[in-house]
């Protein structure tokens, strides 16, 4: 008998389990087993909560439950004006805060049809690509761990602290960098930057294969990952999937090629897909998505045209510091910029782009003021969340282990 | 993106149900009546707009109707997206739920749902998402207060209901 009044099984009264059909049998072994997985669990990756059903070790239904890490961001972004909103929009997705930023100044340019300098478009492109690297990376540590492989989570670290150091060297912050502006970049690369990032993308495809040689031909990790929770791509595409988890059950759709941004149409390079959408392909495609970015990357600094990397237009651009000196045009721009920042013509817009997990698009409206009425981000993470169920029903709860760190759910995109 | 002319006759298909169409920064928007929106989706689907990508909820205050519920569509073999938005009222906030037909709407229906209070009639599992099941409004409300959130701390309990921020 319980010692408080605190009845848990009323609490969790509105959480439904009406499909299951539940019957108490006489066999002790048929008996259905309701288990609270999370949210303060460190396979979940973040403070997700899986309420799941068991039968014996088979997980027969399971229920995501989300929440617990909301911080309002979409509405702190509706108190700040549009330049003073990129900071709070890159907390969102905390392992990609490049793609955050420009889902954001993306849809901020396109409403106030600002034009972006070509060399901001690429410099763009280097830092996104290799913010999609370093998201793979946490991806493949963390989910090596859960598989019971600690070294991989210390190779991907070390390749992942090369990359914070260029963000520091370009940017000044490891994280959360603040480097994608409205209208551009905040700065120009710094010198030593393009010969780090060439060290980098030398020794990164041989990183890759050292990474192959060490999973995709250790038994271990072959037997956990393949056929195991495949899905096909018609349900993936019905629950709203994308990205490598849908790309991995066969679907050739990728943003970057299908409806190119910021001159990616400029860069030659491939689009992985899987074949059968298990947990194999899923990494698979992760993987040789790195060796992609590189490419990308490659091209992108040796076509790095020359100018700007911001636009000249100073009702959205900071003058350089220098005019202020000189320039009381450029002391009013100033003033102006940091204190109301700049007005949107009213409208809405939906700007999507091809993040790490799929999808990230910025709802925007805009009610001709200088504060965003409505910002709403389309989390990939958040809609893929609900793909939980079709893959892992009626597997083992160790493969729930498996599809959840092949998932690479990020808790902090899903909340907000 | 259908240009202007496609949406115009991808609105006329539609008939009745179509309120008008909006052809802004390039991207074409169909405005739509809320108690049709399944049958719209429908057509729509059957129009190779087979992707929902996401749905978003807006709140136009001070204008009425307040609420808004926008549909991102995606044709993935023309590379074509359209966008569908409808318009409801706070008095009755009814919209039918997609959520049988493109089971990938749940959690943003219910986001919606959670955020601004729009009730999707038929969704299999009508909650709150994101924030607390007890919790009171709907806070992406355009008249909800930043900073209106109480915080009990457990060192200021015995005060009382006072623990709230002085509002």
Known sequence: ?416 | MPDATGLELLAQEIGEPALGTLHFRGKGTLIVDPGSIRGVLQTLKGKGFEFLSSVHGVDYYPEEPRLGVHYELIDMDKVDRICVKLRVGTDAPNVPSVTPDWPGANHQEREVFDMFGVVFDGHPNMRRILMPEDYEGHPQRRDFPIGGEPVLFTADEAKGDAYTMDV
């Open chain 1, 1 to 416: 008998m319980s010692t408080t009044d605190y009845d848990h099984r009323q609490v969790e009264e509105s959480i439904t389990m009406a499909p299951l059909g539940r019957q108490v049998s006489e066999n002790v072994h048929d008996e259905l087993l309701t288990l609270n997985f999370g949210p303060h669990h460190p396979a979940t990756h973040g403070v997700l909560r899986i309420l799941v059903t068991l039968e014996g070790e088979v997980v027969r239904d399971l229920e995501p439950i989300i929440g617990y890490v909301h911080t309002g961001i979409e509405k702190t972004a509706e108190d700040k004006s549009y330049w003073k909103a990129i900071p709070v929009m890159e907390r969102m997705d905390y392992l990609a805060y490049y793609f955050n930023a420009m889902a954001f100044c993306g849809a901020v340019e396109t409403l106030a049809e600002v034009e972006v300098p070509k060399r901001a478009q690429y410099l763009r492109v280097i830092h996104m690509e290799l913010n999609r690297i370093m998201s793979h990376l946490v991806w493949l540590g963390t989910s090596c761990l859960d598989l019971g492989a600690i070294s991989m989570f210390w190779y991907g670290f070390r390749e992942r602290e090369r990359i914070l150091d260029l963000f520091e060297q370009s940017s000044g912050q490891r994280m959360h960098t603040r480097y994608i502006q409205v209208g551009g970049v905040i700065e120009d690369i710094p010198l030593g930057f393009e010969e780090k990032l060439r060290q980098f993308i030398a020794v990164m495809p041989e990183r890759v294969d050292q990474y192959e040689a060490l999973l995709d031909r250790n038994e271990i990790v072959l037997q956990r990952l393949r056929h195991t929770c495949a899905v096909d791509a018609q349900t993936l595409l019905d629950l709203g999937v994308t990205g490598p988890l849908l790309r991995a059950a066969g679907v050739p759709w990728d943003l970057r090629k299908a409806t190119p941004y910021s001159s990616y149409d400029d860069f030659d390079f491939k689009v992985p897909v899987g074949t059968i959408g298990d947990n194999y392909d899923r990494f698979a495609v992760r993987l040789k998505e790195m060796r992609q970015s590189v490419r990308i990357i490659e091209q992108a600094i040796d076509g790095l045209p020359e100018g700007p990397w911001i636009t000249d237009d100073r009702k959205v651009a900071l003058p350089p510091r220098h005019e202020l000196a000189t320039s009381m045009e450029a002391l009013i721009h100033h003033f102006k910029l940091v204190t109301e920042g700049f007005r949107v013509p009213p409208g809405e817009v939906y700007y999507p782009i091809e993040g790490p997990r799929g999808e990230y698009g910025v709802f925007l409206r805009s009610d001709g003021s200088s504060k965003p009425a409505r910002v709403h981000m389309r989390d990939p993470s958040f809609v893929n969340l609900q793909a939980t169920k079709a893959m892992v029903q009626d597997s083992y709860i160790a493969d729930l282990i498996a599809t959840l760190a092949m998932m690479d759910p990020v808790l902090g995109g899903i909340d907000r």
